[in-house]
């Protein structure tokens, strides 16, 4: 398994502003993600952050908005940037274990975010 | 488009009886399919996974069972306790635009009722 934990666990933050979520893991590890949640929803991915180089981000998402960090293998930051009210959501850091027999995607405890 | 589906968003069963809980998918593409519980407040807990070229992957009270041909997997949990009241999220894994990703369905609320 993986243990993951984020900070901060909650914020409550004015529109405009800016929130940085941290996310440290307690072993080295390749992929890692950053999901949301929106209220009532399931999870979407928003971007694979990479070690080294630019993240990938997915449809409907852009670096702007969502800046990410991945300074080693380790840690990551999602960024959530000039803040609405749509942005309250659940943001939650992700990495992945493959081997040849299975395949297992850990979660932390995510980022609880409301935006006023 | 909705690849992964749980058409149930709810299901209440009795404790110690068995709770299945379903997922539907479209992509025949999906190469590992994995059941997560999240409580409220909490992030996604990992419970199992099952490779596309295996049928059932059992783990303690938990049991996959997929069926490739109906494109439906199910997760079954025996005897139900009242700790495993939770919504379940089934998740498929694929080669999608060059990476591997995981789709996710909408979730099933599971409640166990003493």
């Known amino acids: 398994s993986a243990v993951i934990s984020q900070k901060p666990s909650r914020d409550i933050c004015q529109r405009g502003t800016s929130l940085t979520i941290q996310c440290q893991v307690d072993?080295?590890?390749?992929?890692m993600f950053w999901y949301r949640q929106q209220p009532g929803q399931s999870l979407t991915l928003i971007a694979t952050?990479?070690?080294?180089?630019?993240?990938?981000?997915e449809s409907g998402f852009v670096i702007d908005k969502f800046p990410i960090s991945r300074p080693n293998l380790t840690f990551s930051t999602l960024t959530v940037s000039n803040m609405s009210p749509e942005d309250s959501s659940i943001y939650l850091c992700?990495?992945?274990?493959?081997?040849?027999?299975?395949?297992?995607?850990?979660f932390g405890p995510g980022t609880r975010l409301t935006v006023t | 488009d909705q690849q992964v589906k749980q058409n149930s968003p709810s299901l209440s069963v009795q404790e110690g009886r068995i709770s299945i809980l379903n997922c539907d998918y479209t992509?025949?593409?999906?190469?590992?399919f994995l059941w997560y519980k999240k409580y409220p407040a909490e992030g996604p807990t990992f419970l199992i996974s099952i490779s596309s070229i295996k049928d059932k992957n059992e783990d303690g009270r938990f049991t996959v069972f997929l069926n490739k041909s109906a494109k439906h997997l199910s997760l079954h949990i025996v005897p139900s306790q009242p700790g495993d009241s939770a919504v379940y999220f089934c998740a498929a894994s694929a080669l999608i635009q060059g990476a591997q990703k995981l789709v996710f369905g909408q979730g099933t609320r599971l409640t166990i009722n003493p």
């Open positions: 992509n025949s593409m999906f190469d590992y």
């Open positions: 992700s990495v992945r274990r493959t081997s040849g027999k299975s395949y297992e995607q850990y």
């Open positions: 072993s080295q590890v390749t992929m």
């Open positions: 952050a990479n070690q080294g180089s630019e993240a990938t981000y």
